[in-house]
């Protein structure tokens, strides 16, 4: 089975600092992805990556930036946490080519105070 | 770009009613189309996909969707709903915008309660 590990559960941070949210995929998939999940607002695409190094920006972008040094990893970055940035984060992955089926992690339930 | 409404936010019924959840997207062009269950504490997963051909798609757990194009619609349907199918349940949109990798656009999702 696809296993898709996300490094924390629940996280609470304060405003301000630096939040890194790190995401690894054990099954060679080519994309990935990282959603926020809010109640009433479904899953929102922040940033996508395609291959190692590449990344392109979802529907929500501003306030997150992203890195994918290696394929298995993809880490989701808060430069500065903000309290409307508390909400479930979902790492994603995808084999590419064509099956486009995702695969979830359990996500990581982000307060920031 | 790409949308999709899912306009049912909350279904309660009653185990063995039937159910229809509503989904509809908007892009003119070529489309896949997904939808995905979260059970209470679970991560979400894949429920069926349509990618071409007959556009009756059955999944698992005794769930079907069916694609109309010219409606741009893909509700999704359980003749008989089971306490256990209690669950959050997306509709998801998927168009290709770059290289391979496809941006897969999600509705806001439908809880749906079956009670006893």
């Known amino acids: 089975d696809v296993k898709v590990t996300q490094s924390s559960r629940y996280l609470v941070k304060r405003t301000g600092e630096k939040v890194f949210l790190e995401c690894v995929q054990d099954?060679?998939?080519?994309?990935m992805f990282w959603y926020r999940q809010d109640p009433g607002l479904g899953l929102r695409l922040i940033y996508f990556?395609?291959?190692?190094?590449?990344?392109e920006k979802g529907d929500i972008p501003e306030g997150y930036s992203v890195s994918r040094e290696k394929k298995e990893r993809f880490s989701l970055i808060l430069e500065s946490a903000s309290t409307n940035q508390t909400s479930m984060y979902l790492c994603?992955?995808?084999?590419?080519?064509?099956?486009?089926?995702?695969?979830f992690g359990s996500g990581t339930q982000l307060s920031v105070l | 770009a790409q949308s999709v409404s899912q306009h049912n936010h909350h279904v309660i019924l009653s185990e063995a009613a039937s159910l229809e959840l509503g989904c509809n997207y908007s892009?003119?062009?070529?489309?896949?189309l997904f939808w995905y269950v979260q059970y209470p504490g679970q991560h979400l997963q894949l429920l069926l996909k349509?990618?071409?051909?007959?556009?009756l798609v059955k999944g698992i757990k005794g769930f079907e969707a069916e694609f109309i194009k010219s409606k741009f619609s893909f509700n999704l349907r359980k003749p008989s709903v089971q306490w256990s199918d209690t669950a959050e349940y997306f509709c998801?949109?998927?168009?290709?915008?770059?290289?391979?990798?496809?941006?897969?656009?999600f509705g806001t999702g439908t809880r749906l309660q079956v009670t006893l």
């Open positions: 349509y990618f071409s051909g007959d556009p």
């Open positions: 994603a992955s995808s084999p590419g080519g064509g099956d486009e089926k995702l695969f």
């Open positions: 998801a949109v998927n168009a290709y915008l770059t290289g391979t990798a496809s941006k897969l656009t």
């Open positions: 099954m060679d998939h080519e994309n």
């Open positions: 892009y003119g062009g070529t489309v896949n």
């Open positions: 990556s395609y291959d190692v190094k590449m990344k």
